[in-house]
Structure formats: C-alpha cells, structure tokens
C-alpha cells in the first residue's frame, strides 16, 4: 500500500429541532484525506487548501485523531495525511466532522481496522471538540456513517441509524459569511422554559415518527425549532426571507444547517428541492453576499475509500 | 336504542422521557359509562362508584365534555350518563381522561358520528382541563385511540398513532396514596438546563425509533427521564425500590405513571412483566400500603361500545 484516499461527506446537523441529537451526511460536498504511513512515528499534515487550518497535528483536526488512534493502537509507525478540504470551515456543514471522519476511517483503515464504528465516533469527537470545545457527534457520526444519525446519548455514546425516506432531497445555500461554532454556542441560553421544551420534543418525536414511516407531512410539521433558531437566526443574512422562500416553493421545512451559516430545506422530490434552489438564489443574489447552492439526498453511504 | 355502554380504558402517559406527549392504553382496567338519551335537554350524571366525584355536571368531568358535544351538536335532547368508575381518581392512570374519553365516545354515538376522532380528543381535553388546570392529551389520546400514541403538538392538535411492540408489556403498581395531577405539576421547576432538555430529547427520539424498529434494548436505554421524574419521585413511596427491582427482574425500564402515584414498567414478554409483578409486591407488602398490581399489553382497541 503506497497511500489510500478517503472521501468524508458534509453534513447538515441539528435539523432544526433535534439540536445536538441529529445529522445526516450531503453528497458531493466532501473533504478528500490521503494517508501514507511513515518510518518516522507521529503525525505530519499537509494541507492542500484552507491554508489558515494549522499543519500543527496538535492543533489540527484531523491531527488530533490521528494521534489519538496511533497512540491507542500503539504502532511504531507515523503517518503523513494531505487534507483537501471540501467543506469550507465554518460553512455549517460539518467541516471539522469531515475531517474527523475522515481522519478516523482512513487511520483505521492504516491501522488494520482495528476499531469498531463507535470507537472511530468516539476517536472524531476528540476532534470535534478540538473544533467547538464541545464534544458533539452530531455531524461526525453521520459523515461517518452515511443517512440520518440519531445520537441518543454522547455517555454513554449511542448513535442509531434511521431510515431515509426515499425521495427526500436536502437544498442548502451557503452564504458567504463565517459563523464560528464556539461563539454560537455562547448565544444560546443555558436554561430554557419547560413549555418550550416539551413543544421541542413533541416535534423531535415528530421528525422521528416521519422518518420511519415516510410521512412526508409529519417531517415538515416537525421541523420547527422554538429553542435555538430564535437564538442563531440572527447571525445569518436574511435567514427569515430564505425560509419563507423555501416554504413557498413547496419545502416541508427549513432551518439552519448546525450553528449556521448555511441554510437548509428539506423537500420531497427532486423537482420542489431545485425550485427551493431557484427561491434561495431569488433572495441572495440581490444581497451581494457571495453564496453556493446545492441539491442533494442523503447520502448513504458515509465516509469511504476512493 | 333504549341505552349505549362504553369502555373506555386506562392509560400511562409521560412514559419517563416523554413527558407530556406520550401515553398508552392499557387493558382491563377502564370506566363504563351508560348513555341514556333523555327529553329533557342538558346532561345528567349518575356516580354508581366513587361517590366523591361531583354529579354536576359542570364539574364532572365526563360532564363538561357532554354539555360541550350537545352544544356544539345544537341537539333539542339531552342525556343521562351513569358512569361506573374503574380507574381510580388520582392514580396516575390517566383517571380523568378515561371517563372524557368514554364520555366523548358515547356521547359522539349518540349524536350519529358527527364528530371526528381528532374532534373526540379535543372535547376530552375539556375534560382534562376541569382535572388538572392544564389542556393535555397524553391520556385522552391513548384511551379513545388505543395503542401507542404521540401528541406532537396541542395547538394545533396532532396526535399520530406509533407502532407498538408486538411482545410489549406492562407491569403497574398503584400503591393507594393520592397524587393529584394540580399538586404534581406545582412541583415542577418552569424552567429546565438547556443540556438536561438535550439529554430528554435524545432519549425521546431514541423510545419513539425503538417502537418503530422494535427495538427493544433501545426502549429500555431511551426510558430515562432527567426532567420530571427526580421532581416527583419524592410523592411515591418507595419509588426508588420499584425502580431498582423492576430493573433487576429484567424490566427494560420503568417509571412515574402519569403523574403518580402509579409506577410502570415495560418489558419484553409476558414472563418477565410477571417477575417484575413479583418484585413490586416484594417492595411493596411490607411497607403496610396498600396496593394493587396489574400486568397487560398495550390496549389496541381504545375506547368502545360494550
């Protein structure tokens, strides 16, 4: 083996209501991580683009798992990891998850495979909290694992794959402005009213319900965040026009994707899901905010050799 | 038709993690009401048990729930409900919502089926209003619907009926202390931790994902509750030891009925719901309470004529 290449999917995370509980994986939109073991032990990273991550493997991503996995595994070799981003940092799509995942699958992979799914979660959220300053799982696992990811729990860590309802299709903008996750965590209050909360958890309840039994309805009457949209719609450029836009054009929701800035909707069908591409677009191209559009399913598949 | 008698089962709602949008029906227990149509307009109530419930009707339970039918009907007859109480007042088995629920029923037979099912739950919740100060319908669902059944949402109701567990089952002690649902409620702090209401909507998503997926390790994990039930255990005694020895003769998990004092558990298969029986008589006898004990599958029926 000269080297190995890994793709590891974007994610949209939250789903408007099921805050730090739920993800599921993009396709297309991906970072790309080539691995080759080296005599030398430790980790040397070289990044392609996004020159302001650190090539510091301690203060890098995809660095900290990487370590984390050789120490654990306990092997006299290094590894050399070229990270190509795909997913832009501070996109809200998952992007240090992306390369956590990708870090995890392909030091497994180097390693013999030696780790189980759950161990390779466990290994991304170090990652993860190197990123926020919170250990998350909610874009690692489904950028890991491929399809819609419940974390139940993070302690004990308990992640269940749900079903995918077959034609449901994701539109997400991502608008050029950075939000960075640790100041949006800093936004949301620390308590919230119990009434708020049990409106949450009906609608999670909701969302879960509609996934399992493809009730395209239940999915968009569930997608409705009391708690930390309010909060976080306020950092993102014209969030309330995007969203009654997309309703509009026919989403069964929409909200914001992990702590933002992008934006996504969820649609049935390929058709309502470009026409919600076609209303974002409307609303941004006036603001001369810079932005990227994408129409995608859920990809299944998580992340992989390529 | 000389005269109508209804069913109308008990119910648990909450279901640990799931307060206020979960409950189930449960069988053998459950009030009859017979339904007598009368000349005279208005509705009379006839208590054949537990004579400390009022026979006004604007303070019966069953009552305000008929006089709002036979007013929204705008029918020049009126009704005489005889109603045999088989769920005790203060419980936690859904009492309230057992004669709403019979009394929406029947009343609905009487009128020809004008309203519909969604409406029927609506007027209990009348009902449970007159109970507990509050409209919900956690109770009133299960036990005009039977099964499993999620109120995503009050207002606007909807109430969406979850698969339940083939080999599903349920242990319940009704230890003879009142709790009233008024005084339950008092003890709730109005605002919960923002991480503790992430911890209770993970377990959610993860009970409603294991009805669904019957999956039954998963119930049992998700049947945890961080909000409500360390408020409330405190009003049931020996809660703790309930808890613990359900847990131990292999219950997948177990908690407050309702607002208690009842104490639920759920199993996998009739043996182990009748070692988990054995176990609370344990505690319970002797402790000098009085008690009672019942072991049953979900009600699928609901509430119907007899």
Same mark, same amino acid.
């Given at each position: 083996?000269? +080297? ?8 949209? *995370?939250?789903? @408007?209501?099921?805050?730090? !509980? ?14 080759? #073991? ?7 990273? &070289? ?6 991550? @650190?090539?510091?493997? +301690? #203060?890098? =991503?995809?660095?900290? =798992? /990487? ?15 070229? !990270? +190509? #981003? ?11 998850? @992306? ?11 180097? %390693? ?28 690692? *696992? ?19 794959? %749900? ?6 299709? =994701?539109?997400? &903008? ?38 399992? $039994? ?8 569930? %997608? ?19 969203? /009654? ?6 989403? %069964?929701?929409?909200? &914001? ?9 969820? $649609?049935?069908?390929?058709?309502? /899901?470009?026409?919600? /591409? ?10 001369? !905010?810079?932005?990227? &559009?994408? =129409? ?11």
């Amino acid at each position: 083996m000269k +080297e190995i290449k890994v793709f590891a999917p974007a994610s949209v *995370a939250n789903v @408007s209501c099921a805050f730090d !509980i739920l993800g599921f994986a993009l396709n297309d939109i991906g970072d790309v991580l080539t691995f080759r #073991k080296t005599k030398e032990p430790g980790v040397k990273i &070289i990044m392609k683009n996004e020159q302001q991550l @650190s090539e510091d493997p +301690e #203060k890098n =991503v995809a660095g900290v =798992v /990487a370590l984390a996995m050789l120490t654990m595994a306990g092997v006299d070799f290094g590894v050399e990891m070229e !990270i +190509e #981003k795909g997913v832009s940092p501070g996109s809200g799509m998952g992007s240090s998850a @992306s390369s956590a995942a990708g870090a995890a699958f392909g030091m497994n992979h180097l %390693l013999g495979g030696v780790f189980s799914m759950q161990q390779l979660v466990k290994f991304s959220m170090i990652g993860e909290s190197l990123a926020s300053g919170v250990e998350h799982a909610d874009n690692a *696992a489904p950028s890991l694992m491929g399809g819609i990811i419940l974390v139940r729990s993070l302690n004990p860590l308990d992640v269940i794959s %749900l079903p995918v309802p077959e034609n449901l299709y =994701v539109t997400l &903008i991502h608008p050029d402005v950075e939000v960075q996750t640790k100041k949006a965590r800093l936004l949301l209050k620390q308590t919230v009213p119990l009434s708020d909360a049990v409106i949450q958890w009906g609608n999670i309840a909701g969302l879960i319900s509609g996934f399992y $039994s493809n009730d395209y309805s239940l999915i968009g009457r569930s %997608l409705e965040d009391v708690i930390i949209e309010p909060a976080r719609a306020l950092l993102i450029p014209l969030f309330e026009a995007l969203k /009654a836009a997309a309703l509009s054009a026919g989403a %069964l929701g929409s909200g &914001i994707s992990g702590s933002g800035p992008s934006v996504f909707a969820l $649609s049935e069908g390929k058709e309502t /899901a470009e026409k919600v /591409a076609k209303a974002f677009r409307e609303i941004y191209e006036p603001s001369g !905010i810079e932005f990227k &559009i994408h =129409v995608s399913t859920v990809n299944k598949n998580g992340t992989h050799l390529i």
